[in-house]
């Protein structure tokens, strides 16, 4: 079983940053691919981002694209979201997801909240 801890979320104002990071404990964790999601109040969860954890190659949405990274430490077992130029559109609770099979995010984290303040 594989845990998946979110955190650095909190309160920002438009334009500027924050930094989540999400660190996995369990079992040994290869995963094929983390990802980022997000989930604004009355709207569907909504891909942000993803990085191969092997090749470290990312994909971005396109709304996301320029403004936000994604970055994985192997060694700690963590992926980090930074997030820059915020806007109030970015407010949503975001989730770090693990794809240690093929075609699905398997394994989840309880999310953490991003709220931007215009």
């Known amino acids: 079983q594989v845990q998946l801890v979110e955190s650095g979320g909190g309160l920002v104002q438009a334009g500027g940053s924050l930094r989540l990071s999400c660190v996995a404990s369990g079992r040994t964790f290869s995963p094929r691919t983390m990802g980022w999601f997000r989930q604004a109040p009355g709207k569907e969860r909504e891909f942000v981002g993803s990085?191969?954890?092997?090749?470290?190659?990312?994909n971005y949405a396109d709304s996301v694209k320029g403004r936000f990274t994604i970055s994985r430490d192997a060694a700690s077992n963590t992926v980090h979201l930074q997030m820059n130029s915020l806007k109030p559109e970015d407010t949503a609770v975001y989730y770090c997801?693990?794809?240690?099979?093929?075609?699905?995010?398997?394994?989840w984290g309880q999310g953490t909240q991003v709220t931007v303040s215009s």
């Open positions: 990085i191969s954890w092997n090749a470290g190659g990312t």
């Open positions: 997801a693990a794809r240690t099979v093929p075609y699905k995010y398997d394994y």
